[in-house]
């Protein structure tokens, strides 16, 4: 362990996918995974929002990835698979298609965003990983959740 | 922290703030002997606890402090340099705990300073002559020289037999004196201090046994019979006594955050020589103690804002024909889920140009822009970030770290704040702040299929809609009314209100929930009304707090999560649509009343007759309920006429004796009811309802009759309804108002129609107060600077010579009746009028013929100057 060198750090990421993407969480701020059920939609809620439900007894905002990154048409049948988040105090849930594996990430393969990103994706990406097989795009959870600002000015 | 220490630092903070503002209490009723012994037996503490735990600092000047005030108690004059040296070496003692607080140790530092100057202080009242010395006093002086600070055990000693001495007997004087006394004692050791974190998490306990308990009722509703019925009652019960004993932990008076706010006052005003009178209303408003926490300091900063830019110097002040003295108001009061907090001065209001012209020079919008924008919106870029419009920084306010700030911390805990300014009379900020956390009980409702919860307390009655039944739905080109007895009620769909589909229901079915918002009520149309359910208000999540419509959401008892309807937004909403319309509707009546050279605008009158074939009428809007019942039921109990209606015994009355009930068919009555209980007049027909300018012409004759006009050309008697109300009413009140005759509120009611004031009068009397008429505002004021005292005025507006707005302006102005509550009558009201009603000190305003608003006001304002 000591002759690792320290500039080696690994970080830990909850994997996900959205529309064929796949999308990295700081393992850190996810709370937990769920499937939603009984799902309250919010009448003149932002696009973005989903709805809420009840976790355990705890409110939880549930936001369509999808819809926040502009991936596209909702997609037909998979059953959604919600990501926990807690954000000032909040209880938030980001609605992706599946979860994938946790992944140790070496800081290394790190690149920050690619100019040419999309820029919704860009918004909420903190940077992007060069896997294997493929690129996994990082997300800022609180960047992701920052909705509100976007909504009053509507 | 020791745990003596630590009570000793949170016993004395409490206990400073309450000697602030006793002090400043104190300075303006230099002769109240009962404050000075409350600050004195504060400070007395302070000092008696700092020897105790050896604080030699804080314990010399609290015995400096005390010294002085000694003084005051044996009759030396308090002199407001004296006041202020004693505030300033509380704030030293202050600096001081706090500096306790953190480091658990007195902080290093002399305070020979203020020692001396209070002891300068102390010579010179020595030296003036005490003619008011206490026999006792004899002793004392000799103790209290300067030279025996060190010995402070004699003189301890010799204080509290100071103290107590002239306590003894001065309780010969009152006899209840001791037992309050003995009160506090227990009260004191009754309490004890519980950690807040404590307390929130106890709450949160409660609100999830209280979603369990709804589970659990939600399951048992569902089956037939179930043996856990019985023990589900008697749990539901200890959980909604277990509820309400925990929210009443967390629930303080607002006074609490206010309390720090006439010192404040008091040294900017002093600062900046201003003169400012600071009037509190509403203090005993209580809140959870999480929102108070978070609404102190912006409270704190507007008070200092209104203070320093809000009001003029005195010298402005008289050159404008103002009083010299400011005028900062803080009121407080529930409406709805909400709690309603008003800031407003006497001062000269937003100056619109300057913001306009702040607003282009940071680039908050262009020349065009703002050109476009009315006043209102302009007035709204004070809450813009990094916005100040004060010409001279000063140490008080004007670095622009201002309203933005307090519009942050009011928008976190999901409150609204509002301006509202007249150019030379004063700004006033509304804060609306909703009842987080708390547990209320709720109308459950659906619409396009999804349910919503509406607070129960802003529900004021629920109509079905039936195709051909009584109600129907009206439409005026897009907007929808319902004609709700003698009302339009303007109504909307949750669904189209929210931007849902509409069920494929019949658009004439479902159920109107009308709902009461401030002074204004509108309908919702549901498609149906589930339940009524207590629910536990969570906060909206901040991504969806932008939306007005919703006040917070709540978990049901079946688990789902829906969304909590706010009346205000609704409110806010359907103004919106209909605004314009409404605007236009206002014009028409204003114009209508001033196209009128006469005072009454048209009145409805319901003509009947009862007794004779003489036509008589009665103002419709005092009649509740036009009836028609089958003579059978009618029943004669203790000699009196009576039928069960809706529940209850109402009385039948006569107009004379000609008037025979009727022995069968059907028999018409015309209903009035003060919202409790219901009284009947018997007619013989109902002839016809008019809208015409009420004259009479003739005085009446007989009691009962208050003269006779001319309707639809044919001579007809006025009833006075008044004159037969209390006939029945009598009795009633005598059960429901215990107050003798002494302490019997006295309303001065102006008015300039002899018909008010002889319907009014008679019906305020039967409501327990004594009633002075007179039939115009100089008379009114002529009464009042007579020294004769009235708890409250009811003024009409439309007066000849001074109206009702002037006249409010005068009793403003003046300092004897500056505070004397003001209900405003109008035939017209409309939101121009209430807002300048408002703005010249109305303190309610009433509709000309809303008996039971009225007496509700009334009785609201009677009540707050009592409590005052």
Known sequence: MTSERTEQTMDEYVTATVAGQRFGLPILRVQDVFVPERLTQVPLAAVEVAGLLNLRGRIVTLIDVRRRLRLGADGAGEPAMAIGVESHGESYGLLVDSVGEVVALDAKCREANPINLDPWIAEVSSGIHRLQDQLLVLIDVDRILG???????? | ?????????????????????????FEQEPNNAKILDHIFRLVHTIKGTCGFLNLPRLEVLAHAAETVMGKFRSGAPASAEAVTLILATIDRI???????????????????????????????????????????GTLAPQVLERPLRPGEVSLDELERAFRETPVEPQATKAHSFPAQDEDLAKAASQSIRVPVDTLEQLMTMVSELVLTRNQLLDIVRRQDE??????????????AQLQEGVMKTRMQPIGNAWQKLPRVVRDLGNELGKQIDLEMHGAETELDRQVLDLVKDPLTHMVRNSADHGL???????????????????????????????????????????IKAKAVSQGLATVAEIEKLSETQIQKFIFAPGFSTAAQITNISGRGVGMDVVRNNIDQIGGTIDVRSVPGLGVSFIIKIPLTLAIIAA????????????????????????????????????TAMLRLRDRLLPISRLTGLLGLEAAPKAADEGFVVVVEFGSQSFG?????????????VKPMSSKLRNIAMFSGNTILGDGAVIMIIDPNGIAQVLGGTVATQLAAAEAAALAQVERMTVKDAATSLLVFRAGSPQQKAVPLALITRLEEIDARTIELSNGRHMVQYRGHLMPLISLDDHVNVKGEGAQPLLVFSDGRRSVALVVDEIVDIVDQHLEIQVAGFSPGVLGSAIINGQATEIIDVGHFVPLVFADWFRGKDQRGP??????????????????????????????????????????????????????????????????????????????????ALSSVVTVDTIERGRRVGFHDYVAKFDRPGLIAALKEQVDMSVAA
């Open chain 2, 94 to 136: 202050k600096v001081i705990v706090s500096a306790l607080e953190r480091e658990q140790r007195e902080p290093d530092g002399a305070d020979a300073d203020l020692i001396a100057e209070l002891d300068a202080l102390l010579g010179g009242i020595d030296r003036k002559p005490d003619v008011s010395q206490p026999v006792v």
């Open chain 2, 524 to 536: 919702v149309v549901v498609d149906s009304v589930l339940q009524t359910e207590e629910i536990v």
């Open chain 1, 147 to 154: 909705i509100a600002k976007k909504a009053v000015a509507a």
């Open chain 2, 226 to 239: 179930s043996e856990f019925k019985t023990p589900l009652q008697r749990l539901s019960n200890v959980t």
């Open chain 2, 443 to 478: 109308l459950i409702v659906e619409a396009g299929g999804e349910r919503f919860a509406i607070p129960q307390l802003s529900v004021t009655e629920l109509v079905r809609l039936r195709k051909g039944g009584d109600h129907r739905i009206e439409h005026i080109k897009d």
């Open chain 2, 312 to 354: 003029e110097t005195p010298a402005e002040r008289r050159a404008l024909g103002k009083p010299e003295r400011g005028r900062i108001r803080l009121s407080a009061y529930q409406e709805g889920g909400q709690i309603v907090i008003e800031i407003a001065d006497d001062g000269r209001g937003l100056s619109t140009e300057r």
């Open chain 2, 742 to 823: 002494i302490d019997r509120p006295s309303v001065l009611l102006i008015d300039d129609s002899p018909f008010f004031r002889n319907m009014l009068t008679p019906v305020l009397q039967a409501a327990g107060y004594d009633v002075t008429a007179v039939a115009g505002a100089r008379e009114g004021l002529a009464l009042l600077a007579g020294g004769e005292k009235f708890d409250v005025v009811v003024t009409d507006i439309d007066m000849p010579e001074m109206d009702g707005f002037a006249l409010a302006e005068h009793l403003r102005a003046d300092v004897r009746t500056a505070s004397l509550p003001v209900v």
């Open chain 2, 1 to 25: 922290m020791d745990d003596l220490l630590k009570e000793f630092v949170t016993e004395t903070k409490e206990s400073l703030d309450v000697v602030d503002v006793e002090l400043v209490r």
